[in-house]
């Protein structure tokens, strides 16, 4: 199993980023997604997770109404950021396992990806 996310880099106080997750060997289908995000020297917290049909979605409370999550039918999930604030500067992680926010309900998980807000 291989979850390759991408998309993050340096970004404005109030600005975008979109990240993409690009799973393989897992059937993608069968499988709620998440983003959980680890800024430097605390611990890994989730951001979002969606339901394996991409019909549910649940947020964290300090990302709502800013993020979205959502999935295509192939094998991708995203993360759509907007206000974006110093304080979400984090390394962003996607994970593949259950509809819930617990870091121990996901079971694969890609390498991170960095985004950095800027003030």
């Known amino acids: 199993v291989q979850l390759q996310a991408s998309g993050g880099g340096l970004v404005q106080a109030g600005g975008s980023v979109r990240l993409s997750c690009a799973a393989s060997?897992?059937?993608?289908?069968?499988?709620?997604m998440g983003w959980f995000r680890q800024a430097p020297g605390k611990r890994r917290v989730f951001v979002a997770t969606i339901s394996r049909s991409g019909s549910n979605t649940y947020y964290a409370d300090f990302v709502k109404g800013r993020f979205t999550i959502s999935r295509d039918n192939v094998n991708t999930v995203y993360l759509q950021m907007n206000g974006l604030k110093p304080e979400d500067t984090a390394l962003y992680y996607c994970?593949?396992?259950?509809?819930?926010?617990?870091?121990?309900?996901?079971?694969?998980w890609g390498q991170g990806t960095l985004v950095t807000v800027s003030s």
């Open positions: 994970a593949a396992g259950r509809y819930a926010d617990m870091p121990t309900s996901y079971d694969n």
């Open positions: 060997g897992l059937t993608f289908s069968a499988y709620p």
